[in-house]
């Protein structure tokens, strides 16, 4: 798993899995930017289940408000932290 | 279990749900077995219940008057806690900064993750589900109605507590404050300012 640069563009993967998962649907699919590199985190989505933490790397990635939902203030923007496996280049 | 156990969960006013009765289950089995003791339960609720806004409402004055620890709490916000001695735990706070240019607000539409170690327990408003559906849709008129008008050429940015880390809106300095001392700024600093849900208020107006 390749790191991703601050700055660069990321898409969301539109997928749809049960469980416990830590992206919300709003996002998925969508594309954003990298705003900051968090740091390596254990998998919540794996500990929920009792499982090993699999250490991924979590961004914060910086999505247009209207990119998201409808609404007219073009510069509005929502950050969210997505784990890598989520995220893929644009 | 006995029948004459003391645990610290309220008479309930409704049937036990079944995650209510799991984790009663698995609190008195872990006193059983000796792993904790319902007073280390009790005190880390009392710990938790008692903590409260009003360090983190320092901390922010202190940022206002020290802008090199300012710049140390937006780049790694659990440290400067540390070193302003606030314990921030596992925590890992991100401080996020209002400028005349931009406006903050903090949610959790997953669940309500909160910096608690920060700020104390969260409002109800904050867990409430029409909080956290709408301030992402559309955050400006939730603003609206806890009486927070934003300019249309202010950024609204928010941000949406999904993981591992927490925040914090280090709140725009009201004007008219200069040489105020750090605990007469204090004073203005409100939770709601460092959720994002609020502005400090104008000093000439409180």
Redesign the interface.
Known sequence: MTGFALGSRVRVRAFYPPGHL???S?ARGKTGTIE?V??T?EN?ERLAYGKSGDPRM?Y?VRFA?SD??D?P?A?????????DHWLEAV | MSDDHDHPHDQDEHPQTYHERLSIALFELLVEKGIVSAADVQAEISAMEGRTPDRAAQLVAHAWCDPAFKARLLADGSAAMREFGIDPGTMHLVVVEDTLETHNVIVCTLCSCYPRMLLGVPPGWYKSRAYRARVVREPRTVLAEFGLAIPDDVTVRVHDSTADMRYMVLPLRPPQTDGWSEGKLAALVTRDAMIGTAMVRDAALT
């Open positions: 830590r992206v919300p709003y900051r968090c740091g985190f919540p979590l914060r408000q998201l939902f609404t203030h510069s509005d923007t929502i950050d969210i932290e997505i784990y």
